[in-house]
């Protein structure tokens, strides 16, 4: 190696890798995304990737609750993500996902889907190569990526709210689109979680070495303060 060489490699910052997990409305998305534009790294939902294949699934005739018929077809979409924070996109086949994956009918057949075995290991492998070409670092967000993704992230933070919040932030988006009825909201959140956290494969879960963070009461400008001051702190270490 010249000097040149070993200069650059000792004072270019090492890439750094964050993992946010927790369940839906915590925050992950709007925190990830905007830590993520901060620091100057890549970002990338998960959740999204997992919506794609679902809506693949649905779009192609394949029943979402026969797990062998999801397995078989688990290779045939290919998924693109765009990781950069302030404009993410997902394609499917080359076809803008971005909207479609976003509709109540992909929301309820999604976790049948992340549940099958074939279709985490799939998208597993696809997220460890898009964090591991970031050149600075990533922002990974999901439901599994600190307990099974990236085990080695230098950061894990684990997200919570109550459910009542978590449908409050919820019926706002949807409001004038398609639910907007709160306790319906929030049933069919409750009924994700319970599906996510109790799949066998890779569930919803709180990393050992996660750095939980209950957003309940805190404003997103808070939560995103918090996570970059950890960063930061890490970084220091
Ligand atoms: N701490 C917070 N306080 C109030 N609203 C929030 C907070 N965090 C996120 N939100 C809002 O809640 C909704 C869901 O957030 P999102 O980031 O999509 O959650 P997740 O990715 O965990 O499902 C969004 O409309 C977002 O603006
Ligand atoms: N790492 C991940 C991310 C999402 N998922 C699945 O994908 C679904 C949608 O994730 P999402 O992050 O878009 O969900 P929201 O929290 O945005 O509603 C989840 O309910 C899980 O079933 C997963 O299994 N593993």
């Keep these: 190696m010249s000097d ?44 999204a990737q997992y919506r794609a294949i679902t809506w693949w699934m649905l779009s192609n005739g394949i029943d979402v609750n026969d797990a062998a018929a999801v397995a078989e077809a688990a290779g045939k979409p290919e998924i693109v993500s765009g990781t950069d924070p302030s404009a993410p996109t997902i394609t499917v086949d080359g ?4 909207g479609p994956i976003r509709t109540q009918e992909v929301t309820s057949a999604v976790s049948a889907v992340s549940a099958v075995p074939e279709i985490r290991t799939r998208l597993t492998e696809l997220q ?19 307990t099974t993704v990236l085990p080695d992230a230098d950061l894990k933070i684990f997200l919570t709210a109550s459910a009542e919040a978590r449908a409050a932030r919820r ?5 004038g689109k398609e639910a907007t009825d709160l306790a319906a909201t929030q049933a069919a959140l409750v009924k994700r979680d319970a599906a996510d956290s109790g799949r066998k494969t890779s569930p919803l879960a709180k990393a050992g070495d996660a750095v939980e963070v209950d957003t309940t009461e805190l404003t997103l400008d808070q939560v995103i303060e918090c996570v970059v001051t950890l960063i930061e702190e890490r970084r220091s270490a």
Excluded at 40 to 46: E, K
Excluded at 95 to 98: H, I
Aim: hydrophobic residues 45%; without cysteine.
């Design 95 to 98: 076809a803008d996902a971005a």
């Design 171 to 175: 019926s706002g988006e949807l409001k």
């Design 4 to 47: 040149t060489v070993e200069t650059a490699a000792r004072t270019a910052p090492a890439a750094v890798i964050v993992g946010i997990d927790g369940p839906s409305g915590t925050g992950k998305s709007s925190t990830s995304k905007a830590v993520a534009a901060k620091l100057g790294l890549r970002y990338l939902d998960t959740g």
């Design 128 to 146: 460890r190569a898009i964090a591991a070409e970031a050149p600075a670092g990533i922002v990974v967000e999901g439901r599994d990526i600190g």
